[in-house]
């Protein structure tokens, strides 16, 4: 079975400042698809990044990036100029190959300070 | 175009009662999906439907559950009896399924906020 895990459950960040949150995964598989999910307080969850395992380049989108690391199982998502609007809960998941049903890890509270 | 729709955002119901909550996924995704959302619990799958079919319900949590998608489109997720556990944000989530290929993005409503008194 396929497991996500978050080891921050807070963190903060000042404006403009560079913030990284950590998410490893336990799989057998070698093709599946990775995901950093944001929800903010309004609880909509808003997708921020998506990474094929099969693909070696790190996902960007504008401030935020990718370190994926596929042997060691790690997928961790920098922030950089973080802005007061990036307050939210962020969420690692994962999603087999075959599609189907994400798996999520428990979230990181990112809170960005004025 | 519109996306993931859910109603009621908001329900508060007693122990004992039935209730429905409905999603109406983004136009032309024929895949829908069913999570919940609690502070215990974190974010857990409920129910996958590609089309009209369920493929995997193996997140149902009891009987009381129970979940239907008609016409490829809208769903609707019934929780019979609930119970205060069942209290819970309840997130649906739609993605373009076969036509769209493997591993595509899943793009969630705004949820439905269920209190069971």
């Known amino acids: 079975a396929q497991t996500v895990t978050q080891s921050q459950p807070e963190m903060s960040v000042q404006e403009a400042e560079t913030v990284t949150l950590s998410c490893t995964y336990d799989t057998s598989e070698s093709n599946y698809y990775l995901f950093w999910y944001k929800q903010p307080p309004s609880r909509q969850m808003i997708l921020v990044i998506r990474q094929e395992a099969y693909k070696q380049q790190n996902a960007t989108e504008n401030r935020f990036s990718v370190n994926f690391q596929k042997a060691a199982k790690s997928f961790s998502l920098k922030i950089s100029d973080s802005q007061l609007g990036d307050t939210a809960m962020y969420f690692c998941?994962?999603?087999?190959?075959?599609?189907?049903?994400?798996?999520f890890g428990q979230g990181t509270e990112l809170s960005v300070k004025p | 175009g519109a996306g993931v729709s859910q109603s009621p955002s908001n329900k508060v119901t007693e122990k004992g009662k039935d209730v429905e909550l409905r999603c109406d996924p983004i136009s032309g995704h024929t895949a829908l999906y069913w999570y919940r959302q609690s502070l215990g619990q974190g974010l857990e799958f409920l129910i996958y439907f590609q089309g009209n079919s369920a493929p995997d319900k193996s997140g149902l949590p009891s009987d009381r559950f129970s979940a239907e998608r008609t016409g490829g489109s809208v769903s609707t997720l019934t929780i019979q009896r609930t119970q205060q556990e069942d209290s819970a944000v309840y997130l649906c989530?739609?993605?373009?399924?076969?036509?769209?290929?493997?591993?595509?993005?899943?793009?969630f409503g705004p949820g439905t906020r269920l209190l069971v008194l």
């Open positions: 998941a994962f999603i087999r190959n075959q599609g189907g049903k994400l798996i």
């Open positions: 989530a739609s993605s373009l399924g076969l036509a769209g290929g493997v591993g595509e993005t899943q793009y």
